[in-house]
């Protein structure tokens, strides 16, 4: 609510002191329970998607991922980008074969209904910028998908 306090939450942001869990709904396990993805991602503006590319063309992308639980078609996952690049959980999961359910873009066979795909922005965490206290911010599942409906039971 002020300019202190956004100044303080930008230096955190930038510092990537923000930690950010997302959760995703793939079609193939990733190759290990879990693991480290590392890339080099390159934007094209144009068509507003990411490759994977060389380390002279691209940006470092990192993420962390870990295989939650095996559900009847999919598989559930839990994604910690320890980077902040356009699209990258989208093409990196996608250079796997574990490709986000509803995802045309990178490699899905079919859209979702609604026209979605299964990412979301599951957790944020991060220090309050006057008080100094750990912040933890969950947001709820879509109410409106069956897939999600399933990480329940």
């Known amino acids: 609510k002020t300019s202190k306090a956004l100044t303080r939450m930008n230096e955190q942001f930038r510092e990537k002191r923000v930690q950010k869990t997302y959760w995703a709904i793939v079609n193939n396990p990733p190759p290990y329970n879990i693991g480290t993805i590392e890339n080099y991602l390159k934007k094209n503006t144009q068509r507003n998607k990411s490759y994977i590319t060389n380390k002279k063309e691209g940006k470092h992308a990192v993420l962390d991922y870990k ?3 095996k559900m009847t078609n999919y598989y559930h996952l839990e994604i910690t980008p320890k980077t902040g690049r356009h699209h990258q959980i989208r093409v990196q999961l996608a250079n796997i074969k574990s490709i986000i359910k509803g995802d045309l873009k990178y490699g899905a066979k079919r859209s979702n209904r609604d026209k979605s795909i299964c990412l979301h922005a599951y957790k944020i965490k991060f220090m309050h910028p ?3 206290t750990s912040i933890i ?3 709820p599942t879509p109410k409106n998908s069956n897939i999600w409906k399933q990480l329940k039971q």
């Open 137 to 139: 911010i969950i947001a």
């Open 130 to 132: 006057v008080k100094k």
């Open 67 to 69: 295989l939650i639980k």
